[in-house]
Structures are given as structure tokens and as C-alpha cells.
């Protein structure tokens, strides 16, 4: 029979209990110091990425934003220069236009008017084979009002008499040979034309002189 001494059980734990609790200081130690170590080597990774940002940049890389900076400039100037002729542009067509529309405000106006003025000539002719002369000279008076009030804004009388046929200003009603003018001038005016300014109210319709060719004419009597 085996006799246990009770000192040396509690002796056994007692070293037991003192190197479990060396063990888990060791453990611990160790981890705090991997921690450290760990934390020491993040801090020094930043300050290296952090040295790597304040180094002084390559001449590639001046180079690269000289030519990055000089596109942009020449793609602003472009726009620039692009927005400044479409203002120049805009403000010539609206000079145009306000100079078109001072020039030609009067344009219906003045149409209406020329029938006005047509029925009174009419009506001078009609008086010409009459005696009733203050009739006559109250409408001659009249219509000179009228002709000076439409010439002093710039309707002008188309009265192309004797002189050559210009299909811009004139339209042939007819054709009619003529022993005194040559071929091409206007013979006789059926109505007379007007302008505003440069620009055609009513065509001169007239009678273009047109005389036989005496070659053809030989042709035609053989």
C-alpha cells in the first residue's frame, strides 16, 4: 500500500499553478511585442510613402505637364478666338439687319402708294384734251407733292425711256422694230417702275425695240 505525502502534493501544484502563470506572462510578452513591431513597421511604411510623395518630380514628368498645360491653353485660346468671331459675326448681321430695316421700313407702303400715284397721272391724261384748267393744274400740283414726298425717302421713278433694256429693272411687254433706235432699246413705256433705295418696287414695263435681221430678211424673200 502506497502511502501519498500530502506536503509534497501541494508542493507539485503549487509549481504547476507558478509555471502555468510564467507561461501565459511569456505568451502575452510576446504578443505585445508583435503588436509593436507591427505598428512600428506600419509607421515606417507610411513615412516612406510619405518621402516618396515630397520627392522632387523626374524632368519626364515636368515634361508631361508642360505639354499637358500648353493643349489646354491652345484648346481655350481656340474657344476663345471661336466665341469672339461669332460676336463679330452677330453684331455685323444685327447692324445688317437694323440697316435693312431702317432702309426698307417703307416698302408696302410705298406699293400701296404707286397705285396712288398711277391713278393721278391717269387722270392728268384724261384732263389733257379738256379747257378745265383748274381741274388740271390742282391735280399737277398734287401729284408734284406726291412724286417730291416719295423721292425724299428714297422712292425713286424707274423711267427708262430711250435707253438700253435691263432685264433687272425693266420687263419687256412687247417687241417692235424701230427705224430711229437699234435693237434693244426701249421704244415706249406701258408703266412706269420704281425703287426704294437699291432695291426693285415695281418693274418699267416697256417695249423693247427689236428690227429684223437684213440677213434673214433675204433668206425669207428667196
Avoid at 507561461?23 to 504578443?31: D, F
Avoid at 391735280?139 to 408734284?144: I, P, Q
Amino acid at each position: 500500500m502506497t502511502i501519498h505525502d500530502p506536503i509534497s502534493a501541494v508542493d507539485t501544484t503549487a509549481t504547476e499553478i507558478k509555471e502555468t502563470k510564467e507561461t501565459k506572462e511569456t505568451k502575452e510578452t510576446e504578443e505585445t511585442e508583435e503588436i509593436k513591431e507591427t505598428k512600428e513597421t506600419k509607421e515606417t511604411k507610411d513615412d516612406t510613402e510619405l518621402v516618396q510623395e515630397d520627392a522632387q518630380p523626374t524632368v519626364e514628368d515636368l515634361n508631361h505637364l508642360l505639354v499637358k498645360a500648353a493643349e489646354q491653353s491652345k484648346t481655350h485660346w481656340d474657344n476663345l478666338l471661336r466665341k469672339q468671331a461669332e460676336c463679330d459675326n452677330l453684331q455685323k448681321r444685327m447692324t445688317r439687319d437694323v440697316e435693312h430695316a431702317r432702309k426698307y421700313a417703307l416698302e408696302k407702303f410705298a406699293t400701296e402708294m404707286l397705285a396712288v400715284k398711277d391713278s393721278m397721272e391717269l387722270g392728268l391724261q384724261a384732263l389733257s384734251d379738256t379747257d378745265n384748267d383748274v381741274v388740271r393744274d390742282g391735280m399737277t400740283l398734287t401729284l408734284k407733292m406726291l412724286s417730291d414726298s416719295l423721292t425724299k425717302f428714297g422712292i425713286m421713278e424707274i423711267n427708262p425711256i430711250d435707253e438700253k433694256f435691263n432685264p433687272q429693272w425693266h420687263e419687256a411687254m412687247a417687241m417692235q422694230p424701230s427705224e430711229k433706235l437699234e435693237n434693244g432699246m426701249i421704244l415706249h413705256i406701258h408703266q412706269k417702275g420704281y425703287q426704294l433705295n437699291d432695291r426693285l418696287l415695281r418693274p418699267a414695263r416697256v417695249v423693247v425695240v427689236k428690227n429684223a435681221d437684213p440677213e434673214q430678211t433675204l433668206e425669207n424673200q428667196v
